[in-house]
């Protein structure tokens, strides 16, 4: 049998690699079939991106007319309202619409927008825009992802963030998240870790109107004072009510 | 002006009340475009789901005929290797198939299953199948979600799991996961966050290929005992090579 073995070593390695080559031959198949399938997903995308934005145009109009619709909605959101601090809120009065969109190969990244109302008292933009350019299927490593956003155009003394920066004991709420609304918007260094934009695209541009209608769960007390809740935020939904009952009420 | 407030007031609160209901309005029709869309997604799963199975039955038979296959697949992958105890990894020397498949309707499940040589030293089964009944999509809550596992009749004196009780000081690796491989086989309790499911699932079904062709990186040095890594186990890759090279030099 000795004189053999040499043959059989030679037939088990050409065995066993003539079986990974089959293998591998079913995995390019395979492979093939995985990317006619995401093409044709992506096609389906692609198609009601399309049928749906006729009627998220409608609704960015009506939203428009709903008085802090976004500030309600945003801080009615317990992830959004955990990094909104006082002033930001302030400032998001002025916000009339948000939108969410892929770009058209919808695979490879988003852009979300805030539009403001024209001459707002904090920043000269009308539209601040987030782009998120995420990689192909195929490059799943992080490096290729990439982040940019609108530079903001603060009018004098209006710089929210250099006025967190010079306070930062007054902002209880920083500690939870290390982030402020603004901070999170200029942030771009970790786009596929972004949960806030990712919350926006998936979450509230999709179904504002549930978070704007928040559940009546005792917190948002319309009528009756008496039984507020003490730990309710300044520039919160509480003094948003509180605020159009004095309007109402002049 | 005094006298008009009320009507103010009212002709306020019904105006909002009409936009919100044009935003639902506007909102169901986005919704069955979802669902719409969804259904399609759906459908194109579906087909290509049936399209990929001849060839994941061609690649199963072939992969029966390549020696410890799937265990080496196993060991080489990060994270089901940091996992697995000495004595699974002799048990894995058994299994002959893995294969996964998406119940008929895609969106409710999946189940995975390992097939072992018939008259393995270790039970009776010839198939172990752990199954995943998720949640429709519109039930995003984990209650909904439910794992069921083959029950493993082991053969006397080899149920691998009482003997990971009886000595737990051997097994270094538990600490990383405090689960071993048939622990996590039989653990049903929390099916959304059963990670090494989704690991089998998702990376190593699709293409395990590319794990049982390790690469080359160092660790798993064919040819040089003198620089291995000490830390390489028993039943390992290097004792796989090693046995080959005995085999192959008789």
Redesign the interface.
């Known amino acids: 049998m000795a004189s053999t ?1 040499p043959v059989n ?1 030679k037939q ?1 390695i050409e ?2 690699e003539t ?2 080559e ?3 031959t ?2 390019n ?3 093939a ?2 990317e ?2 995401s093409e ?2 992506l096609k ?2 692609q ?2 991106n399309k ?2 934005k006729p ?2 145009e ?2 960015a109009l ?2 428009e ?3 802090k619709f976004w500030l309600t909605t945003f801080i009615n959101h317990p992830r959004i309202s955990s990094i909104l601090q006082d002033q930001e809120e302030d400032c998001l009065h002025y916000m009339t619409k948000l939108h969410v969109e892929d770009f058209d190969d919808v695979k490879t990244g988003y852009r979300i927008s805030f539009h403001f109302k024209e001459n707002n008292p904090y920043f000269e933009n009308d539209v601040l825009t987030k782009e998120f350019h995420l990689a192909a299927e195929n490059q799943s490593d992080n490096f290729s992802q990439t982040s940019t956003a609108t530079q903001i155009k603060w009018k004098e003394g209006k710089d929210l963030l250099k006025e967190l920066q010079s306070k930062p004991q007054s902002n209880k709420k920083r500690d939870v998240d290390h982030k402020s609304f603004f901070e999170w918007f200029l942030d771009t260094h970790d786009p596929p870790n972004d949960d806030i934009a990712e919350t926006l695209k998936d979450d509230i541009f ?2 504002p ?1 549930q978070y ?2 928040v559940p009546d769960i005792g917190v948002y007390n319309d009528d009756d004072e008496s039984g507020a809740d003490s730990d309710i935020e300044e520039g919160s939904e509480q003094e948003i009510d509180d605020e159009e009952e004095l309007e ?3």
Chains 1, 2 share one sequence.
Do not use: H, M, S
Request: glycine residues 2%; proline residues 2%; contains cysteine.
């Open positions: 073995e070593k088990k065995t066993e079986l990974l089959e293998i591998d079913c995995q198949e395979i492979d079939l995985n006619q399938a044709e997903i389906i995308e198609k009601y049928l749906r009627f998220y409608k609704r009506i939203i007319k709903v008085d999709p179904n109107l704007f209608l109402d009420g002049e």
